[in-house]
């Protein structure tokens, strides 16, 4: 049972690391897109969502730095 929860956490990991990173690739889209538009009501629209993003990625760092420190919690009580 031990390995198993072991290997669910590193799962969790890995998606939540997957999910950063394609939360960051968009951000990036998005920032270059609003240099190029000149439709304020577009441009809103996408500076929210970044916003929306930077609150998103915040999160999700500060997930993924749980689920490590309960990994290493989890690894440190096997011992």
Known sequence: MGKH???NKRETINKMKNDIENT???YREDEK?????SDEEVKADLQLKNFRREH??????????????KENNFKNNMK
């Not at 897109?33 to 538009?37: A, K, V």
């Not at 998103?56 to 420190?69: G, H, V």
């Open 5 to 7: 929860n072991l290997e």
């Open 24 to 26: 960051e690739r968009n």
């Open 33 to 37: 897109t609003l240099n190029q538009i």
């Open 56 to 69: 998103a990625l915040n999160n999700m760092k500060s997930n993924i730095q749980n689920e490590y420190d």
